[in-house]
């Protein structure tokens, strides 16, 4: 399973959620996908997703993802790294 996150932050992160999304509609990614789209607009329509999850949810999904990719927010790259994961961290623009 692969869990994308893009924080808690005000500010959407719709360029990654939807790449996320058509990746997985494309069949480049062929395995289970949770997204946490936090505040983004676009929903996604082929991976399972949540605006917010609980943190100890998102412990969980963490722990269990084979991959887990993140924007830079601290709190999103640093708890992988607290459970033994390397976050792939994909920066916003300007």
Request: glycine fraction near 6%; proline fraction near 7%.
């Amino acid at each position: 399973m692969i869990f994308v996150t893009v924080g808690t932050h005000e500010q959407p992160f719709n360029r990654l959620v939807e790449c996320i999304d058509n990746l997985k509609k494309n069949g480049v990614i062929q395995e289970d996908v949770i997204i946490q789209t936090g505040y983004s607009t676009y929903e996604p329509k082929y991976c399972t997703w949540q605006k917010l999850y609980p943190y100890q949810e998102m412990v969980k999904l963490v722990d269990e993802a084979r991959i887990v990719i993140t924007h830079g927010g601290p709190s999103s790259f640093i708890m992988p790294l607290q459970v033994g994961k390397t976050p792939i961290v994909v920066p916003r623009r300007h």
